[in-house]
């Protein structure tokens, strides 16, 4: 039996007859399958993956608790299935589906009435199993590893070579993939939140903020920590020492039964008390898994989700001065039953490097 897909039954039992997804992050956790492309049906009673030829045998080998339906035609096949579980209303992903998609369906499979749905498979995943979250420490180890290789490779090399030498050391130490592209912003690059790497060398002088992650099993990790080369100055010193006291904030405040923006509020208010609230003008973290941002949680002025345990978040404050250049640090946490445990390990007091 297949857990996730009964989970989803009991959430969408009552509103609709079944549910389709093609999200791949949605795809995979209900059945295994990695391929990518596929839609998923889950029916009351029934599941199917539908995939096509290329898919046929990958999905036999790794789906669980779906029966796999090899189409030829997509939307033919799903109007055969979705009478023959007597389907009628039909639930389909709004955030993942196009105009253009929902057209096709609606005119594809014209006898149910199509729902939009928002967030059914997010939320659960959202909470995570414990393999889950072994395979996001995998991720986050692999990444303070990269971080520690870097540290020491930074001074008198451009952004786009610090940031390809970390991206080769993350895929030749187990990453399938990227996290997300690599940021790696110096000087007053890092002023920008999302620096692209440029031909920059870093120099004596510098704050250097690096962002990035690894993919290890299907699962995310997201770092950002930022150091200076050579010795810091007064001010660098006292916006790192800024950022990390909310950061530290941000952590403590992290735990069951808190919404994402009380958590964000806290961290919040260490910066705007210090007279930099207008300098970091993006949320304090977000989920991550499957995907490198996720939903629930939001830790921002929005985040309306209360935090239960077992959600991964990131908790990740900036200060960003244009000109001047910026400090971020960011940690990955699990939340517990009374608090949170932090997943990353990479060291947090100022490096000098
Ligand atoms: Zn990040
Ligand atoms: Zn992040």
């Known amino acids: 039996m297949n857990q996730r ?45 539908l995939v096509d030829f290329r898919y046929v045998e990958q999905a036999k080998a790794q789906a669980q608790g779906v029966e796999i339906v090899h189409f030829d035609d997509l939307h033919r096949s799903l109007a055969q299935l979705l009478s023959e579980v007597k389907a009628r209303r039909v639930a389909f992903e709004a955030a993942h589906v196009t ?70 050391f993350m895929r030749r130490e187990g990453a399938s993939k990227l996290a997300f592209d690599t940021i790696v912003a110096s000087g007053p690059n890092g002023a920008l939140p999302h620096a692209v790497p440029t031909d920059r060398v870093v120099t004596e002088g510098d704050l250097v903020t690096l962002d990035f992650g690894a993919v290890v099993d299907g699962y995310c990790s997201d770092i950002t920590r930022t150091v200076a080369v050579g010795k810091a100055d007064g001010r660098q010193r006292e916006i790192y020492q800024l950022v990390l006291e909310a950061q530290r904030t941000g952590v403590a405040a992290v735990r069951p039964g808190r919404t994402g923006r009380e958590v964000d509020a806290e961290a919040r208010e260490v910066i705007a ?32 989700e209360v935090l239960q345990e077992g959600m991964v978040t990131s908790v990740e404050p900036g200060v ?34």
């Open 5 to 49: 897909i009964e989970r989803l039954r009991q959430r969408f039992e009552g509103e609709v007859d079944a549910f389709i997804t093609s999200h791949p992050a949605n795809r995979r956790y209900l059945t295994g399958f990695t391929g990518s492309a596929g839609t998923v049906v889950v029916g009351r009673d029934r599941a199917f993956l």
């Open 99 to 168: 105009v253009a998609g929902e057209r096709k369906l609606r005119e594809a499979v014209p006898d149910v009435a199509w729902e939009p749905a928002e967030n059914w498979v997010e939320e659960l995943r959202a909470v995570k199993e414990p393999r889950e979250i072994e395979a996001i420490q995998a991720a986050v180890d692999l990444a303070d590893r990269a971080f520690s290789y870097i540290v020491e490779r930074l001074r008198g090399r451009t952004e786009r070579e610090i940031a390809l030498d970390l991206e080769f």
């Open 273 to 304: 008390r210090a007279g930099h609230g207008e300098h970091f003008g993006h949320g304090l973290g977000h989920g991550v898994g499957l995907e490198v941002h996720e939903r629930p949680p939001v830790l921002s002025k929005l985040g309306e």
């Open 320 to 353: 960003y001065i244009p000109g001047w250049g910026g400090v971020r640090i960011e940690d990955l946490v699990v939340v517990t039953g009374d608090g949170c445990r932090t997943l990353t390990r990479s060291p947090k007091d100022l490096i000098e490097v």
